[in-house]
């Protein structure tokens, strides 16, 4: 299996891990506790966030050489900034149009549009972040 193949599958592994807290907390927020979905949406974002950073950086990424952590960092998390502005605008166009369309409120439950607008962001922002992370934090070859 190739080198690019491997990254991809390990990205996979942690992506999918940070998925699950980030879909964890968010879920939990809005059916627990009552938390608006855009305000779940960002604590439940960030707090992967800070997972996905350790373990990409750890196991998925080659840093760069003499790598300023900080900056680094500050790199990752401005990517992560705005793969959250495309997550939010995402949810929120699928949850309004959803609410505001009564062509399409047939095909979903209503308790359940923004899991599934969930979703589907989160499948559309995995490949940005793939290939805004290749690009701009991992060592060239």
Do not use: H
């Amino acid at each position: 299996m190739n080198k690019l193949m491997k990254q991809i599958l390990k990205f996979g592994v942690v992506g999918g891990i940070s998925c699950i807290i980030d879909f964890g907390i968010y879920t939990s927020l809005i059916k627990l506790f009552g938390v608006n979905y855009l305000i779940a949406g960002f604590f439940g974002f960030t707090i992967s966030l800070i997972f996905n950073y350790l373990a990409s950086m750890a196991f998925v990424f080659e840093r760069k050489e003499n790598a300023d952590k900080r900056k680094e960092f500050i790199v990752f998390a401005v990517l992560s900034a705005i793969g959250l502005a495309l997550t939010e605008l995402i949810i929120w166009g699928i949850v309004e149009s959803y609410r505001n369309l009564p062509v399409i409120q047939f095909a979903l439950m209503d308790e359940w549009i923004e899991v599934f607008a969930k979703v589907v962001a989160t499948g559309i922002v995995m490949v940005y972040n793939f290939i805004t992370r290749k690009i701009f934090l991992e060592k060239k070859d």
